[in-house]
């Protein structure tokens, strides 16, 4: 039995229908006569806020309780799921409040504030965030939303794979990026509800690959985090993780690790040849790909998750550089 069921994934689909975009899947033929196997990409970059993780955001606030949503939710993400919990809760009328340390870059905290968030700066470092929102939880009875492990967040990022399937519904290989699980839990529990040969296949980076660490252990391990290209990949899967850890177990059929040179070469190849600007945790599938550490049998869709990156950095890239070393 999947974590979370298919039925469950659409409902979530009914649910956020109207408050998302439904994102295009194209064809790569470049992509398709590298790997010898027709390639598309679901061009889930382009969804509202810059990235898939609206869909879960706006599946879990719409699943609250009418008491819930009036006190309000939190979360101590600055990356694109406080994005998405910002604009996915100001929609819907809901107040949140998105905690950050004060280590935390202005543009960062400008683009929380300009989706309709209060921004709050406590403490200088994440763990200081998280106790802000655990206070908020206790004492003012907000509700925290978190990033990936949690049931209506799983089935929200499960309804790009029912798209997937619908509008590839050949489709043998699926690739996704790989963090906290939340994202290739809620695609393989729906991809293999409607199709149950079909493959999925995770992608991280060498550097801080924590579900493969964890994986590889058979338990929730914590590994160092280190800087990387595909920084929304970074972070832990939580040492007291409840679902992705077990979900990825038990529905991930192979995990691929790449080396920052890898992901480079992916998000230029995103840009020359697809012509889309990707960040780096979004290009992991194409990598993979054009390193051929994954060799997919079959129709093979990969997910492009988000375009969120600094477009310094993405020029630099573009121009040749891989901007980070990656380990002897
Ligand atoms: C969060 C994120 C991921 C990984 O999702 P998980 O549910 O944590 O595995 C991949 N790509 C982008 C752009 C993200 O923001």
Known sequence: MPIVALSAIEEAARRIAGHVRRTPVDLSPSLSKIANV???????????????????????VLSLSETERQNGVACASTGNHGRALAHAASALGVR????????????????IAALGAEARIIGRSQDE?????????????FTDIPPFDHRAIVAGQGTIGLEMLEDVPGAETILVPLSGGGLIAGIAAAAKGLKPD??????????????????????????????????????????????????????VDEVVLLTEAEIAAGIRHAYFQEREIVEGGSAVGIAALLAGKVRPAGPTIALLSGRNIAMDLHRRIVEGANCLEDPA
């Open 38 to 60: 027709p390639v598309h990409l679901k061009l889930e970059h382009r969804q509202i806020t810059g990235a898939f993780k609206l869909r879960g955001a706006t599946n879990a």
């Open 96 to 111: 949140c409040i998105v905690c950050m340390s004060k280590l935390v870059p202005q543009n960062k905290l400008d683009a």
């Open 129 to 141: 965030a998280q106790r802000e929102v655990d206070r908020l939880v206790a004492e003012e009875g």
């Open 198 to 251: 079909v493959r999925v296949i995770g992608i991280s980076m060498q550097r801080g690959a924590a579900m493969q660490a964890s994986l590889a252990a058979g338990r929730p391990v914590e590994v160092e985090e280190l800087p990387t290209l595909a920084d929304s990949l970074g972070g832990g899967i939580g040492l007291a993780n409840e679902w992705t850890f077990e979900a990825v177990r038990e529905l």
